[in-house]
């Protein structure tokens, strides 16, 4: 019972940001936390992974201080901007459960006075905030809203920093 019980709290005294990863780890260490990770390039490992049901892949990025950013990108499919923005919200409902509300959230974000400018910009774009003492966590989507593969929702861990220098 006493073991099980220091199991129980050494878990929840964690100090991991995402899954077993911590800022400022080493390759090798990475490497031994997510053994499904693959070499993806200089300073970046990728692995697969689900979120909610979709397929995603999760690159992690090191730097010369070791371990600087954990990108999950959901696998971009054909859908229209009802479907994708409801699968925005659906990963907005599941972080928000595990770190309460965003602090701050932005919708359209100018785009349509930028798209009169920049042809390139999106027709939709969402994002929103979420701080822990581990993390800044960015959830964001944008598309093109006509049903192609360039609607993307992204999940960025990065290490915190303070609340003046967000969205």
Same mark, same amino acid.
């Given at each position: 019972m006493a073991a099980l019980a220091l199991?129980?709290? @050494? @878990?929840?005294a964690s100090d991991h940001f995402y899954l077993n /990863?911590?800022?400022?780890?080493?390759e090798k260490s990475l490497r031994a936390a997510r053994p499904g990770s693959a070499a993806a390039g200089e300073r970046l490992r990728v692995e697969h992974a689900a979120i909610?049901?979709?397929?995603?892949?999760?690159?992690?990025?090191?730097?010369?201080?070791?371990?600087q950013s954990v990108t999950i990108v959901l696998d971009p499919v054909p859908m229209t901007k009802d479907q994708y923005i409801d699968v925005?919200?659906?990963?907005? @409902?599941?972080?928000?459960?595990?770190?309460?509300a965003p602090g701050e959230e @932005?919708?359209?974000?100018?785009?349509?006075?930028?798209?009169?400018r920049i042809p390139?910009?999106?027709d939709y774009q969402?994002?929103?905030l979420f701080r822990t003492p581990l993390a800044l966590i960015e959830l964001s989507c944008a598309g093109a809203c006509d049903? /192609?593969?360039?609607?993307?929702?992204?999940? /960025?861990?990065?290490?915190?920093?303070?609340? /003046?220098e967000g969205l």
């Open positions: 199991v129980f709290f @050494a @878990a929840c /990863t911590d800022w400022g780890m080493s909610n049901g979709h397929k995603a892949e999760v690159t992690y990025r090191l730097g010369a201080k070791g371990l925005y919200h659906q990963v907005r @409902a599941l972080l928000s459960e595990k770190y309460g @932005a919708a359209d974000l100018a785009v349509r006075s930028q798209k009169i390139q910009v999106p969402s994002q929103c049903g /192609t593969v360039d609607n993307g929702v992204i999940i /960025t861990y990065e290490a915190p920093r303070a609340p /003046t």
